[in-house]
């Protein structure tokens, strides 16, 4: 007697997510590696698709028609931002290139994450700058392929730029142009890329035999230009007053030179001052602005490629290289 077999349809992602009582979104990203999921999620659902045997040789790539660029509200006035719009310039330039489009938004609460990502119809989002944890969790949990461009967090992929090597050699140059008392004015320790520079200012100094000293480092409190002009002000009220001073960016750099002429307190004889990103009003402040030079638009098109062609692990993480332009406001011209 003979017998017919039927073979068994091949399981799908969707069995996975009714077997495994999770979302489609979820078995997506347990099975593609993605990021937002903690580690017995993602180990039950690959446990289950194994257990259908599930072809792993089926999941394909979504393409990428649209990529979203969000940036947090506290970052939002684009227009004017000098260091995210040509972030955002990089961004548009790689997309155009590659034939997709892109659309730009500001996200500042958790609540607006699910009510705005389907408006953007983006496929991948570059989530640029400081993302407060619990907004970032909502847009992962979306499903959505996402790429931090200027922030860090675990299992997702980033580009930032090199902020303990600039940091080190911004302050390695006030050392060697003959300064031992080096203040530092910073900002958030939430911010990763604030949390490196403070790296690189601490180990220019050790490295140079000089104790770091906290009462020189002088953190702002809200990122305002009141919260920059407090923290200047803090910083010049220092008895006895240091010799230099590097900058954790332009901005608060700038404030500095501003509080300085105010003050009558001579730059660079009397207070050196260095910043970091070389945003445009760098070259324009009057002495001319010594600082760290990033290339903006480049982290955006770094995002775009991290995004179109997920990376192996070794390079889910992009570091942008950096370099220190010297101008007036540390005599440093005759610098290296």
Avoid at 25 to 50: F, I, K
Avoid at 261 to 266: K, S
Wanted: glycine share 10%.
């Amino acid at each position: 007697m003979s017998t017919t077999s039927r073979s068994r349809p091949a399981a799908t992602i969707r069995d996975i997510a009714a077997r495994a009582g999770v979302s489609v979104g979820t078995v997506s990203r347990a099975l593609r590696g993605q990021g937002g999921l903690s580690a017995e999620t993602r180990q039950h659902v690959l446990d289950v698709a194994s257990s259908v045997g599930y072809d792993h040789g089926r999941l394909r790539p979504a393409r990428i028609r649209r990529v979203g660029f969000l940036l947090h509200g506290s970052h939002a006035g684009l227009a004017d931002n000098p260091f995210y719009f040509p972030v955002l310039q990089g961004v548009e330039a790689a997309c155009r290139a590659a034939g997709i489009a892109c659309t730009y938004s500001s996200v500042s609460s958790p609540g607006e994450v699910a009510a705005l990502l389907p408006l953007l119809e983006a496929d991948g989002m570059i989530c640029a700058g400081y993302w407060p944890p619990e907004i970032l969790a909502e847009i992962v949990r979306t499903g959505r392929r996402v790429v931090l461009v200027d922030h860090a967090a675990a299992d997702l992929p980033s580009v930032n730029t090199d902020n303990v090597s600039g940091a080190y050699h911004a302050t390695q140059h006030l050392i060697a142009s003959g300064h031992a008392r080096i203040a530092m004015l910073t900002g958030s320790e939430a911010h990763v890329s604030i949390r490196q520079r403070e790296e690189g200012y601490r180990r220019a100094l050790r490295d140079a035999g000089l104790a770091p000293d906290p009462a020189l480092v002088i953190r702002r409190g809200e990122d305002t230009a009141e919260g920059n002009r407090a923290a200047a002000r803090r910083l010049l009220a220092l008895h006895p007053r240091p010799g230099a001073v590097f900058a954790y960016n332009d901005h608060s750099a700038l404030v500095l030179l501003q509080e300085c002429a105010a003050q009558g307190v001579a730059v660079p004889e009397h207070l050196a001052v260095v910043g970091f990103d070389d945003i445009t009003a760098a070259g324009y402040s009057r002495p001319g602005l010594t600082t760290v030079a990033v290339d903006k638009a480049a982290l955006g098109r770094e995002g775009v490629c991290l995004l179109l062609r997920p990376a192996s692990p070794e390079r889910a993480q992009v570091t942008v290289p950096v370099r220190l332009v010297l101008r007036d406001s540390s005599a440093g011209r005759r610098g290296r």
